[in-house]
């Protein structure tokens, strides 16, 4: 059976992913990339992916390196949108790809998914990081 690792937030978007994952005959790997946003409790995260269905739940914590890999570089370029906005919530989506491809690569996935939609950069970021 093939099988995918998926970037879950455990909202509705990437829970409706992963079951529809599942019908399509993956096993899915659920994966949350705990970047210390704010959020309920991630235990609970972790027991709707399993409840749902994933061959696997995982936070992976990768707060150390978004700061001094990602945020600290972009503060230190002054990387602006439109020179006004600091980027932020863009420069976390290639390390979210870079972590859940890791976890591909030791649970020999054959794919990866995440639940960027096509109407924002998200699924670009995402992807190209990929």
Known sequence: MP???LAYSGGLDTS????????QGYDVHAVYIDLG???????????KAKNIGAASAQIVDAQE?????????????QAKYE???LLGTSIARPLISKKCLQIAKQVGADAY???????GNDQCR???AA
């Open 3 to 5: 099988s995918c690792v």
């Open 16 to 23: 409706v992913i992963l079951g529809w994952l599942m019908d």
């Open 37 to 47: 946003q704010p959020c309920e409790d991630r235990q609970e995260i972790l027991d």
């Open 65 to 77: 390196e978004l700061c001094s890999d990602f945020a600290f570089p972009v503060l230190q370029w």
């Open 83 to 85: 020179s006004i906005y």
């Open 113 to 119: 998914a995440h639940g960027a939609t096509g109407k």
């Open 126 to 128: 995402f992807q190209l």
